[in-house]
Nanobody, 124 residues
Framework: QVQLVESGGGLVQPGGSLRLSCAAS????????MRWYRQVPAKERELVAS???????NYVDSVKGRFTISRDNAKNTVYLQMNSLQPDDTAVYYC??????????????????WGQGTQVNVSS
């Protein structure tokens, strides 16, 4: 099966930086769009950034100019560089990806996968 494993969360002071990583593993044939979401208690999960296989990116307005999403296709890994962090960035950050696997010798399928989440706390 496929697993997404995030790392890099933690506690940082306002104005600081963190880099999140998410590595996909398993019987992967191809990965299309990779995304980072975040969620705080009692609120819906929010799409923070996304990146296509060829590197086209999109960001929610609140992080533009501060966060950068990137990926390494050879390593099946997506990153989120977070700079100028603010208390409002405190959340659990989740990795998400559209991944193709081989179902049979002639059949391939696409599914959407989630990581387990990594906590980011921005506080003085």
């Amino acid at each position: 099966q496929v697993q997404l494993v995030e790392s890099g969360g933690g506690l940082v002071q306002p104005g600081g930086s963190l880099r999140l990583s998410c590595a996909a593993s398993g019987r992967i044939v191809s990965i299309n769009v990779m995304r980072w979401y975040r969620q705080v208690p009692a609120k819906e999960r929010e799409l923070v950034a996304s990146i296509t296989r060829v590197g086209n990116t999109n960001y929610v307005d609140s992080v533009k100019g501060r966060f950068t999403i990137s990926r390494d296709n050879a390593k099946n890994t997506v990153y989120l560089q977070m700079n100028s962090l603010q208390p409002d960035d405190t959340a659990v950050y989740y990795c998400n990806a559209d991944i193709q696997t081989r179902r049979t010798i002639i059949e391939y399928i696409w599914n959407n996968y989630w990581g387990q989440g990594t906590q980011v706390n921005v506080s003085s």
